[in-house]
Each structure stands twice: as C-alpha cells, then as structure tokens.
C-alpha cells in the first residue's frame, strides 16, 4: 500500500533555532495535512495543504505542498521548549482514499 | 465547547475479554474513525463510518468491532480475538470524507493494555 516517508526520525536542538522536516510519498496526494501530538494526547492539526504548490504559515510554522504532489515540508522558526512534541505528515491516499500518516519526527528542544 | 471525548483515558484488559472504548463528539460531524499508534509507528486504520448505520473496515479491523447508531457516538470493541491490543487508540471525526479531503480532528486517546 501507499506509504509516506518522513524524515527525520528525531531532532534535538537547541532553543531558537529553526527546523525542517519532510515526507515524501512514491504516489500523488492532493492534500497534504501537518499534526502535532504532545505525550498522552490526541494529534492537533496545524496546517493543511491543498494545492500544488501552495505555501502556508500558522505563526513560526510554515509548509508546502511539493510541485510534483509527492512531497511536502514543515519548517518550525526560533523554536521553543512547547514546541516539543511529534509532528506528523498525512496525506489522502490509498484505495480507499484514507488518510495516511508518516511515523513521525520526535522533536526535543534544549532550553 | 465543540470537541471529541474519548473515555476512558486508561484501560485495563483481562486475557479473553472484550473492551469497549468510547467517542463521542459534538462537531455535527458525519464521519468518524479510529486509529492505533503503536510505539514508532505512525497512525493505523481500524475502522470508518462516513454515515450512521453504516461502517468499513480499515487496514487492520481483524479483531476489532464497531457500531454506529447515532451520529454522535462511535464506539470501538477491542474483542478476544486481538491479539496484540496494547496500544493507544485514538478517535477522529471530520464534516465529511472522500469528497472534499476535509482534515480529521482527534479525540485525545485511550490507552489499553493488558493485565
């Protein structure tokens, strides 16, 4: 089945300094979703793409759908201790048009 | 405020019984899902329900039941014949599904394991 690859697994960084993390996928999806999940929680959306192409930011955070509707990228500016978390790609995809998710980037920010 | 409730927050599963795991939301939504996140791994498919009275099955319903008899509630049994359920299971619902690729909001989880 489809599957996306996200990259990196983990990061560990320092406070206020700027993140970049990504999926790829072999298929084409039409829409591109970013979540993040603190320990014990549900996902929380942050940003979702739905043109190729398109650019878009949610405060420090900002993404974009790939040109080729295979790739998509999260970047995190002048991150800070909340940010930690997971942070997860998905896309609509599979045959049944269900919604797939990477396995995560475990991002831990040093104060 | 407008949301989804999963409950319980923790559970305990006895070898050969079946659990059932609660959502409910309040979003007016139509659809509903559940997941599974296992250490590692990103999030699985159990089931979907784009209707009441009307479900599918997922990438990994065997050993997992469901029932959708009212729009605002879709609960989740973990049966005996899972045999792996230790996992956090997580609930979603979202205005539609297929058509218009709406986002899924999440409920925030139940974890199961067993004793």
């Known amino acids: 089945g489809q599957q996306l690859n996200q990259s990196p697994q983990s990061m560990f960084i320092q406070e206020g300094e700027d993140v970049s993390m990504n999926c790829t996928s072999s298929s084409i999806f039409n829409t591109w979703l970013w979540y993040k999940q603190e320990p014990g929680e549900g996902p929380v959306l942050l940003i979702a793409?739905?043109?190729?192409?398109e650019l878009t930011s949610n405060g420090r955070l900002t993404a974009q759908f790939g040109i080729t509707r295979k790739d998509s990228f999260l970047n995190i500016s002048a991150s800070i201790p909340s940010d930690v978390g997971i942070y997860f790609c998905a896309g609509f995809g599979g045959s049944q048009g269900n919604l797939i998710f990477g396995k995560g980037t475990k991002l831990s920010v040093k104060p | 405020d407008g949301g989804i409730t999963q409950s319980p927050k923790y559970l305990f599963r006895k070898e050969g019984q079946n659990v059932t795991l609660s959502c409910e939301q309040n979003l007016n939504h139509d659809a509903m899902y559940w997941y599974r996140q296992d250490p590692g791994q990103g999030l699985r498919l159990i089931y979907y329900?784009?209707?009441?009275?009307?479900?599918q099955k997922g990438d990994i319903a065997e050993g997992y039941s469901v029932s959708r008899e009212k729009k605002e509630s879709f609960p989740l049994t973990v049966t005996s014949a899972q045999k792996n359920p230790t996992a956090f299971y997580l609930c979603?619902?979202?205005?539609?599904?297929?058509?218009?690729?709406?986002?899924?909001?999440f409920g925030d989880g139940t974890r199961l394991s067993i004793l």
């Open positions: 793409l739905y043109k190729a192409g």
């Open positions: 329900s784009q209707i009441v009275n009307d479900f």
């Open positions: 979603a619902s979202s205005t539609t599904r297929l058509t218009s690729n709406q986002p899924q909001h």
